[in-house]
């Protein structure tokens, strides 16, 4: 059995926390307000921006999984989440004497800056072009080269029960393609919860995965496949491409596969059915 603690406990890591406790593990989730945990986890109440509040943290752990989402979309908020948050927990673990196994760091593919359809993998160059992505990167840097041994999950866009956005602009008229073929990948939160336990029970796992399905597409792609399975007209092609930066890549998942993981939704079509 596994002496876990979430950090940062909320929609991927309830998640997560759900399926190891329903395993028999022993998991802590920790968030500043623990009352919305599934049951079967022990709440712990803690701020990671604050660290005068992680002197509560469980002896004898053995798995730390880091999957804080940031408050707001500034570089502020981002550097709270992803930098001071981990640097803050990593340091509270040491003050005690804490040496779990390992920490397993939630990050995101936009620590990639390619943006011209290429694909992508771990060893592909990390230059992202906004503050989110490199601040998501400073603190991989922080994890991976923290007292405690690291692994990193670079998620694609995740959307599961409470997240159709997709399903619900095509549903409701408002969904439009954009001009430009624009590659997007995406992963369900089950298998973001299955792939961090996986990374959890590894014996030697890699410093870095790529968390996202077996099927990049493109967005008038998904969105056409919806509209048919919804039995809703096809959205339009924009005529203008937008002004707003889209991320435009390909991700490979190939690494996760080999260590043995098994996607539960390997497409977004086994995960859009199972949502609708």
């Known amino acids: 059995m596994e002496r876990v603690l979430i950090a940062g406990c909320g929609y991927v890591g309830s998640a997560l926390a759900a399926r190891l406790a329903a395993e028999g593990h022993q998991v802590y989730g920790m968030r500043r307000n623990p009352a919305v945990l599934p049951p079967g986890v022990r709440p712990i109440a803690a701020d990671l921006r604050d660290p005068a509040t992680l002197g509560v943290l469980p002896a004898g752990l053995t798995t ?17 989440a992803y930098v001071d948050g981990p640097r803050n927990l990593l340091a509270a673990l040491v003050a005690r ?22 694909w992508v993998d771990e060893d592909s160059p990390t230059e992202p072009e906004g503050f989110g992505g490199r601040r998501m990167l400073e603190g991989e840097g922080i994890v991976r080269g923290g007292p405690i041994p690291g692994v990193v999950l670079r ?18 008229g408002a969904a439009e393609c954009p001009a430009e073929t624009t590659y997007t990948n995406r992963i369900h939160r089950d298998d973001c919860a299955g792939a961090l336990r996986h990374l959890m029970l590894l014996d030697a796992p890699d410093p870095v995965y790529l968390g996202v399905d077996r099927a990049p597409a493109d967005t008038c792609e998904v969105m056409h496949w919806l509209a048919a399975t919804l039995g809703r007209p096809a959205p339009a092609r924009a005529t203008t491409a937008s002004t707003r930066r889209r991320g435009n890549k390909q991700c490979r998942s190939d690494r996760l596969v080999a260590s043995g993981y098994e996607f539960i939704y390997p497409t977004y079509r086994e995960g859009f059915a199972a949502l609708l």
């Open 64 to 80: 730390i999984f880091y999957t804080a989402a940031a408050d707001g979309g500034s570089d502020d908020e981002y550097r709270a």
């Open 155 to 172: 998620l694609g866009g995740i959307y599961g029960r409470g997240r159709t956005s997709y399903i619900d602009r095509v549903r409701s």
């Open 97 to 118: 004497g804490e040496r779990p196994r390992r920490v397993v760091f939630t990050s995101s593919t936009s620590v990639y800056g390619q943006g011209a359809g290429e």
